[in-house]
């Protein structure tokens, strides 16, 4: 059972957007703004795409955002691309002695 | 070139240790935290742990207190993650991956560690 919540998987045609949810507590999604996103693809090390919840990184396509309300934050993807079928989880600093937390995972499908 | 390489994949029995290395390169080794996370099938990421490598100290997530051991090599760029009294729930991928702050911007490729009789 991971500590953040997200849904399992979500779909979308390619082009369009799509939003995966992450739902914490105010012990750490909520309690700072310290959420970071991350692409996987199987087999491959995962990939930041999103820090400090709304932060892209020097490289990352300007179709990937972040945004937090209350214990729930979001990563969207606009434009969606075959190549964005991949899982994503999110992960927040926490302040208890688990430092980081995780959520479980989305998968990504591309019709 | 800026990467974290790690140890190929084990086979270990129940009872037994494992130990996975992690080399830096492409940046001063130094400078920046190494976590430890694991990824059971089909389950999220799991946080281990975080070694500092220039002074060495470490904290390690409470539900493996007592089993796990990180350490570095400072003249290798290397960190490691020795996990004792293996489990068949500790089969899982494990990463290591670089810290800036409360995120990784680094990840190593991942080990498999497969525990089984």
């Known amino acids: 059972q991971s500590a953040l919540t997200q849904p399992a998987s979500v779909s979308g045609s390619p082009g369009q957007s799509i939003t995966i949810s992450c739902t914490g507590t105010?012990?750490?999604?909520?309690?700072?703004?310290?959420v970071s996103w991350y692409q996987h693809h199987p087999g491959k090390a995962p990939k930041l795409l999103i820090y400090?919840?709304?932060h892209r990184p020097s490289g990352i396509s300007n179709r990937f955002s972040g945004s937090k309300s209350a214990n729930t934050a979001s990563l969207t993807i606009s434009g969606l691309q075959a190549g964005d079928e991949a899982d994503y989880f999110c992960?927040?600093?926490?302040?208890?002695?688990?430092?980081?937390?995780f959520g479980g995972g989305t998968k990504l499908t591309v019709l | 070139q800026l990467q974290l390489v790690q140890s190929g994949a084990e086979v270990k029995k129940p009872g037994a240790s494992v130990k996975v290395s992690c080399k830096a390169s492409?940046?001063?080794?130094?400078?920046?935290?190494i976590h430890w996370v694991r990824q059971a099938p089909g389950q999220g990421p799991d946080w281990m742990g975080i070694?500092?490598?220039?002074?060495?100290?470490?904290v390690y997530a409470p539900k493996f207190q007592g089993r796990i051991i990180m350490t570095r090599d400072t003249s290798t760029s290397t960190v490691y993650m020795e996990l004792s009294r293996l489990r068949s729930d500790d089969t899982a991928f494990y990463y290591c991956?670089?810290?800036?702050?409360?995120?990784?911007?680094?990840w190593g490729q991942g080990t498999l560690v497969t525990v089984s009789s």
């Open positions: 991956a670089r810290d800036r702050g409360v995120y990784y911007d680094l």
């Open positions: 492409g940046y001063t080794f130094t400078t920046y935290y």
């Open positions: 070694i500092n490598p220039s002074g060495g100290n470490t």
């Open positions: 105010s012990s750490d999604v909520g309690g700072y703004n310290y």
């Open positions: 400090d919840v709304s």
């Open positions: 992960s927040s600093y926490a302040n208890t002695s688990t430092i980081i937390v």
